[in-house]
């Protein structure tokens, strides 16, 4: 007995139900009519997008996405879909896969385990499912389960028990580094567990601050991966069933950590410049590494016709960073403006000298926009010259309709050393949850693939250059001590004590954990970034900015 | 059978368990030795505040929040104490109240409802308890209930089957428009039909976006309310029971609505700069209304002195505006400042004309900052004269360590009728959750107090002032049109199509909600401000910035 499910790796527009309708009858269209498929799996709330957010509180919104499933069977024949869509049953609402085939829907499962820890939130929306579901088709008994529900224990084992041969999973599972190794690990250890072969498709693409990566796969009973889908891209692939055993198909390789991020980077800016219709992107190229990389995940996702470059020296600008930055934007090929921003620092310093004359220095201690460098007591000096950089690219921005997107790294996010409206000004941080390490890493990556990132602009000590022959190093502990203790207090959430006792200096943490307890404030006004970490700043941890909690 | 239980409606500082940790002994000793209390009730998760939202994920805070509890029994003799904290178990964490008699806890009630709604995220952190707690104390069984358990049925009646003569309700219930009455009538409603008197004490003060506002009360088992103390203050009072009855004691009057929102913004400004060190405030005062009402909201929270305004005139600023921004300095006695903008404007209309030479127009329709007249095609030089203004504020707010007051109201940030990095610069937007129509009933009532706000102010037509002759109205629909169709849309979730039913233009109603719907990105990046309504933005409504759904 022979059974083809296909797999749709699909990345939909959250909100959009009558393009998101269109492309799962397209993707079914392809799989039956191509790809000889009786059945197509698709992601979890595939109706929707995944995470619809508080669209799931409209009653217009939930209406809408039942009618579609509706309408969905019947317009197509011929092969069974099965899609995930908010199931709305009187007061109550599931997250729930229906099975529709010959105009019927013949089977729908909701979803038993509801994640509302991390970026989840899906308490606040559903009604949980309570029991296993099992249907038949063409001789074979399929069971349902939606993501969260194969991570837990138990929920395998039931639909197992309930009688299904084969078990389907619909997914929207998002990336972090390391991310795709522990789903498989976890979950084919259950399959194992409870014998019994597993289609697993995951949703693919970005959506504001997450990556969906895709690399939906399909497990046989003894927990072996006899298939796995592209990593960051929409794939449509058949699997073929003999007597309920998963013949052995193509598994793409996995990617590197590194190639893992640079992709997701690459992917989120794609996706949240063409799911928001702009027509490009412009940023601030400053000659340092940063920017650099910023530059090339830009062009690498958008071409370079679409990607802008914006050169803004001031007096603390050296020549090299000039140098650098016009080296980068021609090997990218990418058009670049050079506008000197003393005029507007000379027009803003004397409009404030009367205001400034009274005050002898500024206070540093109760200041809560510390800027890039609260240390040495020229803070509004230093973010009037970063203000200016962003009044500038804001400009162009809101002329040309291209987005703005800022460079910040989430070692500097975690710590504060930025310039709300100044570099924090932008519609998107790609690169906001990449830790400064992790940005050198990067770099030399997309180095190996062509030079891009002039080789200096990797060695010469990371400066903001909003003072004379500053460096980041005057004010925060060097990268390779900074990022393992941000790791620790913001990732995963280890105390300051724990971190010395792991070898750190008490300087070094002290320094770190209050600096980044102290910026909340800051962060709460960031543009919204990638997440490739285990814990994001974002929706994944959400601090008070009124707080008495020190860490230290 | 006499019994004297005090209420103590306290405000914390989330976070700060030793700070929390006095506080509470000191209201105890007072409720203890000047009120002969022999029992005192504080609030919902006293010793922590709320909400402290992740904070409750790290373990040295869980740890130390447990053993402040312990300490706390052996701190404080001859009088009961009831606190809630995060309750420890294991790998379970619960939200739960603790009775402390005599260096011992004599009873724990775990919370039953966890409300994950709205701006609750309780089921992110906790997990529910399952009976109710009904402990002996001189002579009475007194129940113990946390917040959402007494808006649901059945907990009351649990509490009252378990054998309870007296109830207690420890609360963190925030404040909104009406919320109140709302919750009297609701909870006297359920002890009506259990027939059981209740306690009900709630929290005050300001936390970021929320209020609480106190408000907390006692009601006799026919559901009348025999207590109520005062609204958005501290107070400690003490109940006497006779034979379980209590006795009838001082009712504070409840508020209008109007001076209810007022005194709710003047906590939530005082409370954001106290908990947070600020030294003073400033704010950009241009001669409109919402500036205005601003300045007096400040002024009453912190003094006159703690208070700066800087006026920030351009050549579209009309003379009157001038003037009445300095009559309204002068009538509030606070320190101001003239900064004419027109040198940073004309430097960065320097520094950019050469690359705005070749562009014929701004790109209305793509552009996503809309800034304040998105539909006058002169969006880029507008914004400019916005952000010059933030800039100046910031460089003064960064110089002198005070907190940068925003001054938009909710109408401004539902439709995106502002400037980012512009007139959103500032660390606390105190009226971002005030509609427009509500701004100038507040503002007349402040002026029925004593007169700060000249008349004019309140009848001009509203203008933004960033181009010739430019009034709101060639933007948007008049404010009594739009407020109660953003009501609707924002607020009340309602489609597009029931607005329209509900005798809205349909030209209006789309205006509305496009904007509504196009500025999310915008919102996402504004500062806090405080909550008044039944759904502000930020924590209370979730929404993708990434979305295809268009509610017209």
Redesign the interface.
Known sequence: MILKIAIAQTNF?????S??LDHIIKAACHARDELGAEMIVFPELTIT?Y?????L?????IANANNAIYQLADRIVDIALVVGFPEQDGEKLYNSAAVLHRGAMIACYRKQALP??GVF?E??YFDAGHQPCVFEFNGSFIGLTICEDVWQGGIIDASKQAGADILLTLNASPFNLGKIHQREAVICRQVKAAQIPLVYVNQVG???ELIFDGASFVSDAQGDIVFRAAEFREQISVIEFVDHHPVKNTCAPLYTDIISAYQALVLGIK??VR?????GVILGLSGGIDSALVLALAVDALGADKVEAVLMPSRYTQTMSIDDALLEAEALGVKH?I???E??V???T???A???AG?SR??T?????A?ASAMQGA??AE??QA??R???L????????K?LLTTGNKSEMSVGYAT??GDM?G?FAPIKDVPKLLVYQLSRYRNSLSPVIPERVLTRPPSAELAPDQLDEDSLPPYDILDPILERYVEL?Q?A??IIAAGFRSEDVARAVSLVDRNE?KR?????GIRITGRAFGRD?????????K?I
Chains 1, 2 share one sequence.
């Open positions: 527009l959250v909100g959009n139900i393009a998101n997008g995470p619809a957010e508080d669209l509180l409209r009653a217009d919104f509302n820890y939130d308490q606040r970005g959506q504001d996706d949240y799911k928001n219709g702009f027509n403006h506008i000197p921003i005029p507007a000379n027009a803003f004397g409009m404030l009367e205001v400034f005050s500024d206070t201690d109760d200041c809560r926009d800027g803070i509004a973010n009037i203000r200016c962003g009044v500038v804001m400009a162009i921005s809101n002329k040309q309709g987005l709300l409206y000004a519609g959430d105390s004590e724990q404030y709460r006004q960031s543009p919204p941890r959400r601090y008070p900015i009124t707080s008495g909690y860490g």
